[in-house]
């Protein structure tokens, strides 16, 4: 067990849809990362939060929001579902911000199905 | 930008046998190097990181890799496999601290380890 919570476990929404994932990161853990992992494209890197702040971004989709609340847990947004979004979505967080000095733990994912 | 390439999406070996998994990076900086391995329906779990220092990294579950900046690699090397090794493996890169990405990681597309009795 990592410490990262994420909920759900398993989303099953239509296209058009729009759904929110949620992140608890590890106690006393500054900083959050969303990945997603498909088939396709194998697991890349969307967005980054450090103590409630953007602080990097990466392939995230104008679709796709993202952001953490002052108790430092953290929610993934997702509109206008397509097919092409069925992934499974990870989140990591980690003490700080200094590359990788600071290792990110990974929570178990929600499995997201666009049908 | 960096990417990491995994040769050999899947690998098949003998129980007791060595397992290598092949990992070759590319980053304009000195790179901050990890490998992860991921469980059926389970989250990703750290093996082992390079940062600085020594080039021969040891992790958990008997798991090394060598960083060798001459040829961009980092091969991940268990002499013995055990069954429970069988899982999926990733190597992923990260800027050392400076960088603008923050720690973010880039992953290879995985190397999917068997193990057979």
């Known amino acids: 067990d990592s410490g990262v919570t994420q909920t759900p476990k398993h989303l099953i929404t239509a296209t058009g849809q729009r759904v929110t994932l949620r992140c608890s990161p590890r106690s006393g853990d500054l900083s959050v990362y969303w990945y997603q992992q498909s088939l396709d494209q194998g697991l890349q890197f969307l967005i980054q939060?450090?103590?409630?702040?953007?602080?990097a971004k990466g392939n995230i989709l104008e679709r796709f929001s993202a952001q953490q609340f002052p108790d430092l847990h953290s929610e993934l947004n997702l509109s206008s579902l397509e097919l092409g979004d069925s992934a499974l979505y990870f989140c990591?967080?980690?003490?700080?911000?200094?590359?990788?000095?600071?290792?990110?733990?990974f929570g178990p994912g929600t499995r997201l199905t666009v049908t | 930008a960096q990417s990491v390439t995994q040769l050999g999406s899947h690998v098949s070996v003998s129980e007791g046998a060595l397992v290598l998994l092949r990992c070759n990076y590319s980053s304009s900086v000195p790179p901050y190097l990890f490998w992860y391995v991921q469980y059926p329906n389970q989250g990703l779990q750290l093996l082992l990181k390079?940062?600085?220092?020594?080039?021969l990294v040891k992790g958990i579950n008997g798991f090394e890799a060598e960083f060798k900046k001459s040829e961009t690699s980092f091969h991940l090397t268990k002499p013995s496999a055990h069954m429970s090794d069988a899982a999926e493996y990733f190597c992923a890169v990260s800027d050392n601290a400076g960088g603008t990405s923050y720690g973010k990681l880039t992953f290879g597309q995985g190397t999917i380890l068997t193990v057979h009795p």
């Open positions: 390079y940062t600085t220092g020594a080039t």
């Open positions: 990591a967080s980690s003490a700080g911000l200094a590359g990788g000095l600071y290792e990110q733990y």
């Open positions: 939060y450090y103590n409630g702040e953007e602080r």
